[in-house]
């Protein structure tokens, strides 16, 4: 019985044997790449998923932009969209792949949401993501207005930082390997192999573009406060 006991006990050790990893995104110049999306493949049946992405996640249209810009998600989860600007938006989402069931259209989804009332709450509506995918957001009304809902196929996904760094905790060793995905990265920058060791690994993968810098929001839409295609227009609020 006690043989068995410690042939359990270092199974089991061997098993969380995990160490700690760190990628960093670097632009064509070797500058550091803040909202990068690193996605680490682990050796399979390295253990239970980790919980990196938010269960719940709000993309917010916000003064003609998509906040956050880049939102990363994993398949089933439904994405609440929400506009805080007094005029309407349009939210169109196109992928490579089905990602949105809760669409018109193959390919993605479309809504409208009229403009927020001052004293009433904010409308929105909800999208449920099933496939892994890229969506890119985008508004008809306001064709300046651009974000992404990355659906991934890996529970170990992170974005970036202002460093340009993804930090991944307790990865289970062995023979990995690591995909970056950046909005202006037009052609996939080939998947990188990493071995994950109990000892923490620190790694670089280069871009080939040198992404913009996301300008600063307009005070006001084109055409006004109210934006030059639509007003808001009382719409009964969305039941949660």
């Given at each position: 019985m006690k043989?068995?006991?410690?042939?359990?006990?270092?199974?089991?050790?061997?098993g969380a044997h995990?160490?700690?990893?760190?990628?960093?995104?670097?632009?064509?110049d070797g500058k550091p790449v803040p909202d990068a999306v690193v996605v680490v493949y682990p050796p399979a049946g390295g253990g239970a998923a980790p919980t990196l992405v938010a269960p719940n996640p709000v993309i917010e249209q916000e003064k003609m932009r998509f906040v956050p810009a880049v939102t990363v998600v994993v398949p089933g989860t439904t994405v609440r969209f929400t506009n805080q600007d007094r005029w309407d938006h349009h939210v169109r989402g196109n992928a490579a792949t089905p990602a949105a069931s809760a669409a018109p259209g193959a390919g993605g989804f479309e809504l409208r949401l009229a403009g927020k009332t001052d004293g009433k709450p904010s409308n929105f509506a909800d999208v449920k993501l099933d496939t892994a995918g890229v969506l890119l957001l985008g508004c008809h009304l306001h064709g300046s207005m651009r974000g992404h809902v990355f659906v991934t196929d890996s529970a170990w996904t992170?974005?970036?930082?202002?460093?340009?760094?993804a930090r991944?905790?307790?990865?289970?060793?062995?023979a990995a390997q690591v995909r970056v995905w950046h909005a202006e990265q037009l052609v996939d920058v080939p998947r990188k192999a990493l071995q994950v060791l109990a000892t923490p690994v620190l790694d670089t993968v280069q871009l080939s573009v040198v992404p913009r810098v996301r300008r600063a929001p307009p005070s006001t839409a084109p055409g006004g406060p109210m934006g030059a295609y639509s007003q808001a227009q009382p719409h009964p609020q969305h039941a949660h």
């Open positions: 043989n068995t006991l410690i042939a359990i006990a270092a199974a089991l050790a061997m995990a160490g700690n990893v760190q990628i960093q995104v670097l632009d064509r992170l974005k970036t930082d202002d460093n340009g760094i991944f905790a307790s990865v289970p060793e062995g």
